[in-house]
């Protein structure tokens, strides 16, 4: 059965420091989402990609953030400038054209010291 | 902005117990309803959906879930749960209106005592 992927599954990082995190999407998938659940929180939307832009976006998402598709293949959630506050679990999801239906992958954790 | 409760943070049952967690959300318009599950250690997965028809869905590993529109709800339910059931549960909303955005409830943590 087709796969997220997302790498790495746990990164650690200094505050202020820059991150990326990676998904590969299902190959065929045209929408996709970051979304991220603080420890003990609900699981809550960061934003949508379709086309090459952005669909939607929350008030979470700010400009510290930011999305990619630097290929084919690939889909990346930076952090410009790492806050504590960032420390969550980041899910990526696709989702093909047509279905209402998200995969997910199975999380980065990130852990802001 | 639509919302999404779940009233049960922690649940404890015994093997072969029946299981029910509730979900009800706030929006007056047309909805698709989900309920994933997350394992220990796993993804995210989709047990069942529902977009339209029958308001009794039946998912994955034996659960079931029934919308009722006049409560706004989206219970889950398994009549005889397993020690494997042990998992964090998830319900969330998608508004058709709104794209394709979910929202999530809180979650509901199940631990199936053998």
């Known amino acids: 059965e087709p796969e997220v992927t997302q790498t790495p599954s746990h990164q650690v990082t200094q505050m202020g420091q820059e991150v990326i995190l990676r998904c590969v999407p299902i190959s065929n998938h045209l929408y996709f989402y970051w979304y991220r659940q603080i420890l003990g929180q609900k699981v809550e939307f960061l934003v949508s990609?379709?086309?090459?832009?952005?669909?939607?976006k929350s008030e979470i998402f700010d400009d510290q953030f930011s999305v990619e598709r630097p290929d084919g293949s690939n889909f990346t959630l930076k952090i410009r400038s790492t806050k504590l506050e960032d420390s969550a679990m980041y899910f990526c999801?696709?989702?093909?054209?047509?279905?209402?239906?998200?995969?997910f992958g199975a999380g980065s954790r990130l852990t802001v010291l | 902005a639509q919302s999404v409760s779940q009233h049960n943070h922690h649940v404890i049952l015994s093997e072969a117990a029946s299981l029910e967690l509730g979900c009800n959300y706030s929006y007056g318009g047309t909805v698709n309803l989900f309920w994933y599950v997350q394992y220990p250690g796993q993804h995210l997965q989709l047990l069942l959906k529902y977009f339209s028809g029958d308001p009794l869905v039946k998912g994955i590993k034996g659960f079931e879930a029934e919308f009722i529109k006049s409560k706004f709800s989206f219970n889950l339910r398994k009549p005889s749960v397993q020690w494997s059931d042990t998992a964090e549960y998830f319900c969330?909303?998608?508004?058709?209106?709104?794209?394709?955005?979910?929202?999530f409830g809180g979650g509901t943590r199940v631990l199936v005592k053998p």
């Open positions: 969330a909303v998608n508004v058709k209106a709104a794209g394709n955005k979910l929202t």
């Open positions: 999801a696709s989702k093909g054209s047509g279905a209402n239906v998200l995969t």
């Open positions: 990609f379709y086309n090459n832009e952005i669909s939607e």
